[in-house]
């Protein structure tokens, strides 16, 4: 399929002061639209000026959440190349949230060159200050102009793209988590493991609740028994136990990250051992108590690797390394970033440029 571009006749003021960037809201000047018909499949993909997409107050997505996304990234190198960071990746886990959430499966290959394409005419979007990237936001949306529970026959995918600014300007900070034992935001059967808008809506409350209390995000526990560790805000988590190190394994209420993904292969690479199981809060506290929880971090593509510095569970406190950050958390955030910046190699292949 050859996409159709109409490009921006006037291009917007690009932000000048880099270190203000922030997260999310600036967008760039175009956008990537498909649309799906019934009958006629994925068609007619276009590059067009970012702006406003006219809905019927009645489209489906405004009513019952038939929408999935991804997010990923484009960072600029030293010698002007501009790298995506395992681009397939993201697609094949759109297509599983696809299968979760009745929409018709994108053909993975094309909708990477579609980023490509868009990040392309927008290159000049990609910020140049270490740490900062260009967010990449492909997303689905079910359109029907039908009040009515059904998978949707009529469907958008759209990318668009944000300048973002470097998660960490004053080096890796470890944040305050607190461990949630009331809410959850998904259980197994449901769609813990797909990134669709309602597991986000379903994780607001716990988290206004965290930030009134000062803490910087929440960690969830399972739906069931409250007891087993799945993620914490919307990264992946892993703890480092008496120089094991363990993360949750997916059980279907758990999102896969491509980043949780990366640092288990990383480890593995270094002749560490990583173990994927079920991890309860309570040995966690137990190890805290007995000197054995040498570091715990999130996951995840905005902030790529987040320290842990302490845990409130109940009126239970832990405190991890002092409130510093580990050296398997450095160790993994300096290569990571170091592979996405180009300024490591890449020796397992994991980045692509967009001019390829
Ligand atoms: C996106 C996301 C992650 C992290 O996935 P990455 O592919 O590493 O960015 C983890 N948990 C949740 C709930 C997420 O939405």
Redesign the pocket.
Known sequence: MEIKVELAKTLKQKPTDESKLGFGSIFTDHMFVMPYDGGQGWHDPKIIPYGPIALEPSAMCLHYGQEVFE??KAYRTASGDIRLFRPE??MA?LNSSNDRLCIPPIDEAFAVHAVKELVGIDKDWVPHQEGTSLYIRPFIIAIDPHVGVHPAKHLLFMIILSPVGAYYPQGLDPVDIYVENQYV?AVRGGM?FV?TAG??AASLKAQEEAEKQNYTQVLWLDGVERKYIE?V????VFFVIDGEVVTPSLDGS???????MSSIELMRSWGMQVTERKLSIEEVYEAAQNGKLDEAFG????AVISPIGSLKWGDKMMHINDGKIGPISQRLYDELTGIQFGTKPDPMGWTVSIFD
């Open positions: 997010g990923m990746k993201n886990r935001r813990g990134k597991n986000y993620e805000g919307t990264m992946n758990t999102l896969p990250g491509i980043t949780r996951t995840g593509t905005a």
